[in-house]
């Protein structure tokens, strides 16, 4: 059974930080591109940031140079740190994984960026 498992969101002040993670099972992780994804209220889920299994990685524009993707095949883990959070970045942020034709999603962690 995969299970994409995220954690570290929660409540930050604008200007703050998070690092979120999503540890991976049941799948062979290192051949997975991963990615981020968020969904804010009313609005369509969007990729935040990406990294394929050879570490290349991207980023949509409104979070370049403020995030970071990366990820350690050791723990199948995929990370996201965040630096200067925004409001307009308050949303559920899920993980993703991709190889082929399979998709695999996590159930999403919370992030609010409010003072």
């Known amino acids: 059974q995969v299970q ?9 002040q604008p200007g703050g930080s998070l690092r979120l993670s999503c540890a991976a099972s049941g799948i062979k992780f290192s051949i997975y591109a991963m990615g981020w994804y968020r969904q804010a209220p009313g609005k369509q889920r969007e990729l935040v940031a990406a990294i394929t299994r050879g570490d290349s990685t991207n980023y949509t524009d409104s979070v370049k140079g403020r995030f970071t993707i990366s990820r350690d095949n050791a723990k199948n883990t995929v990370y996201l740190q965040m630096a200067s959070l925004k ?3 308050t949303a559920v942020y899920y993980c993703n994984a991709k190889f082929s034709g399979s998709i ?9 960026v409010s003072s």
């Open 104 to 112: 695999y999603w996590g159930q999403g962690t919370q992030v609010t």
């Open 4 to 12: 994409l498992v995220e954690s570290g969101g929660g409540l930050v």
């Open 87 to 89: 409001p307009e970045d």
